[in-house]
């Protein structure tokens, strides 16, 4: 029919399954920036084995509600609560909830010269062992372990020695987030706008990536403005937000209804509870 | 109030105060000149240029951010015994690759016992002024002192009174390869000393050597080091300057580099600055001919209440040459750091290169920087750029290393540490390089 062929990387069938841990919980959750609100009544429920994809217009809340899951301290929970395993992670600090495994790749990842990847990796990797009741691993054991982890995005070696994201180009600066998230193992990965911005290849690549870590014991939600991605990694659900909360919850077709109709339709619908607000 | 008239008195008192503060270190320096070193010549017209100056107050342009008139209440007299100092206390300051060539001056005077130079090549000559000058009279006389900029007062206090200088004497073609450590050793006294450590650095033609200079001293007493090194880098001749002040917190410490180089030479350069109550580093580069490359890179870091003050001057007299300069600040608590960087290039400076960087960082709200960099260009056929910046720790930086599983503490730490590595990856000798890291842990 003219569609071009695309290859799904999560071909196996989806790992859903009724009986799951729930990994994260939302409920009501309101959130302000500055004073301004942002958050107004956001619920969601995440089990393992689940992706979810959240879609929406810009200033619709999206990136503020991954921001506040890995606890920016700008951002201010005003009610509602996050339970992360069944824990209310609200007065964790953000490193806390990292080695509790809650991973957010950054849309804009930052540049901080002087800093090897590997060092950065490296410390990072341990403060998760630390935590975890067992002993750091020393630097010969580490890079042996980070050199298979350059396979899943397929990352040349000498990136690790480069200063963490300096001179990277936007495509190398995603995988290397996704290269952050394959070496810490999470339970919960946000990927906020990990696809803006990238050409097919690079899309392809992370992509692929984020397919491979996906396991019946994790879960993954994809924050995304473009269906494209969704293409490469199908979701078991789609949300659309608007106004600082789920408006609705569809499948996978979802993301193509919106990529051909917009979203005027689908916020029309939902008018009125937006206008609540 | 109806008295808008300053009262004037107040100044020339202070001014006067001053010039007979000057005269006072510089008559106590004359007490204890060695006769071996009575350089008559030298001294009486260093002690003149002494005479015609005050001691510098915050009202002249190059001092005006650097307050030296907590000295004014304090009579440094000029050391004239040697302090003792055992094998041990030096132990944690010698570098394992500069074993066999490394000279110590205990507060300006040379110590032979501790210096060990045995790993010298054939022709490089180390040693002390005092016992080569009676040989090399005619060759020493052609440079010791010779260097511009010698008027200025500090520099000219310390011709008038040096008792001992380092003589390091690259002879033509030769190459040192074992790094030669200058250690600087002070010893506080009962009473508030003033040393005045010297050393001259004569590279010829062709020559090629590492120098670390390494200002040492335990907490202590008042003191006031007065320190004046002179570097002639001839035609192709390739130096390379480590330059550590880790000086105890009761230390005043004024120092002057001056580096004179020739045609194709290289100069390239590294100074760190943690110690010191107050310490100045008057930083000076003079290129003489074609195709001349200068690199300086400089830290400081300092807290409570310390103050660090760089002033460089880099002056391109000829074509094809380059500069290259990164001074960066570390300040913690109320400290205060200051960086003056001129680099002048002159109208027969064609086709030159020049970039300076300062880069601050501040720790504290009660934390000071002050910063001039200054590029005067007469040549118009150049490649110049210039800036500064001064930041705290990024915010976002932290929640980035957070987010990650670091926690607050060790992300500043290691953003501390990044900033500074850039420098201190520069020095080529890696026991200094991780002695240096290791001190940066009262940073972070």
């Known amino acids: 029919m003219g569609t071009p062929h695309i290859e799904v990387f999560n071909k196996a069938a989806s790992m859903i399954n009724e009986n799951s841990d729930v990994i994260l919980s939302v409920k009501n959750l309101h959130a302000t920036v500055d004073g301004t609100e942002i958050l107004k009544g956001l619920n969601l429920e995440v089990k393992a084995g689940e992706i979810h994809a959240i879609m929406g217009l810009n200033g619709s809340g999206k990136s503020t509600f991954s921001k506040v899951l890995a606890g920016h301290p700008d951002y201010e929970v005003t009610a509602g609560e996050i339970l992360f395993k069944g824990q209310d992670i609200l007065e964790l600090e953000p490193h806390e909830r990292a080695t509790s495994g809650i991973f957010l790749a950054f849309q804009y990842p930052l540049e901080i010269p002087g800093v090897s990847n590997r060092d950065f990796l490296r410390v990072a990797y341990n403060a998760h062992r630390k935590a975890q009741g067992e002993e750091e691993m020393d630097v010969f054991d580490f890079d042996d372990l980070i050199e298979e982890k350059l396979d899943v995005v397929k990352m040349d070696a000498s990136f690790l020695d480069r200063s963490v994201n300096e001179g990277f180009s936007g495509g190398e600066k995603k995988r290397n987030e996704i290269l952050q998230m394959a070496l810490l193992e999470p339970l919960l990965s946000i990927l906020d706008e990990t696809d803006s911005g990238l050409d097919i290849d690079a899309l392809k690549t992370v992509a692929e990536g984020v397919s491979q870590l996906a396991t019946p014991d994790n879960a993954v939600v994809l924050i995304t403005h473009y269906q494209r991605l969704l293409n490469y990694i199908v979701p078991d659900y789609v949300h659309v937000m608007a106004d600082g909360r789920i408006i609705t919850t569809g499948g996978k077709d979802l993301a193509h209804e919106l990529e051909n109709r917009g979203y005027e339709w689908i916020l029309a619908e939902h008018k009125a509870e937006v206008a609540v607000s | ?444």
Request: charged share 20%; proline share 3%.
């Open chain 2, 1 to 444: 109030m109806t008295n808008p008239v300053p009262a004037p008195t107040a100044n020339i008192t202070k001014a006067d105060q001053r010039q007979a503060y000057l005269k006072s270190l510089s008559q106590s320096a004359k007490t204890a000149i060695p006769a071996a070193l009575a350089l008559p010549e030298l001294r009486v017209k260093a002690d003149a240029l002494v005479n015609e100056q005050t001691f510098p107050s915050t009202r002249e342009e190059d001092w005006r951010f650097t307050d030296l008139s907590p000295m004014l209440a304090i009579d440094f007299a000029a050391v004239t015994e040697s302090a003792s100092v055992s094998a041990d206390e030096l132990a944690s300051v010698r570098l394992e690759e500069s074993t066999g060539a490394q000279v110590v001056l205990v507060n300006g005077r040379f110590d032979a016992e501790l210096s060990q130079l045995d790993a010298l090549p054939e022709g490089a000559v180390v040693g002390s002024l005092q016992s080569l000058y009676g040989k090399h009279q005619a060759k020493l006389d052609e440079r010791l002192a010779q260097s511009s900029g010698g008027h200025e007062a500090f520099t000219a206090l310390n011709t008038v009174g040096f008792q001992d200088a380092v003589v390091v004497w690259l002879p033509k073609n030769s190459v040192v390869e074992t790094p030669i450590q200058i250690i600087y050793l002070t010893k506080a006294g009962d009473s508030p000393l003033m040393a005045q450590p010297r050393a001259l650095v004569i590279a010829e033609t062709g020559s090629a050597a590492t120098v670390i200079e390494d200002f040492w001293g335990a907490e202590g007493n008042s003191h006031f080091t007065n320190t004046v090194s002179e570097f002639f880098v001839d035609t192709n001749a390739q130096i390379t300057h480590l330059r550590v002040q880790r000086e105890g917190s009761g230390t005043f410490h004024i120092g002057k580099t001056a580096v004179t180089q020739g045609r194709d030479s290289h100069y390239a350069s590294t100074a760190v600055s943690f110690g010191a109550r107050l310490s100045r580093h008057n930083w000076e580069v003079y290129q003489t001919g074609e195709q001349t490359a200068t690199r300086l890179y400089g830290l400081a870091a300092i807290a409570d209440s310390q103050h660090n003050d760089t002033h460089s001057l880099v002056a391109l007299n000829h074509p094809h040459g380059t500069v290259e300069q990164l001074h960066k600040c570390i300040v913690d608590g109320k400290a205060h750091c200051v960086f003056s960087g001129r680099v002048a290039v002159a109208q027969k400076a064609q086709l030159t290169s020049a970039s300076q960087l300062n880069r601050n960082l501040l720790l504290s709200d009660k934390a000071r920087v002050d910063t001039k960099p200054q590029l005067e260009i007469v040549a118009d056929n150049v490649k110049c750029a210039h800036g500064a910046t001064v930041s705290q720790l990024e915010a976002d930086e932290i929640f980035y290393l957070q987010s990650r599983g670091i926690n607050a503490a060790q992300a500043q730490r290691l953003l501390i540490y990044a900033f500074a590595m850039e420098i201190l990856d520069t020095m080529a000798v890696p026991s200094l390089r991780s002695a240096l890291t290791e001190a940066m842990a009262r940073w972070t």
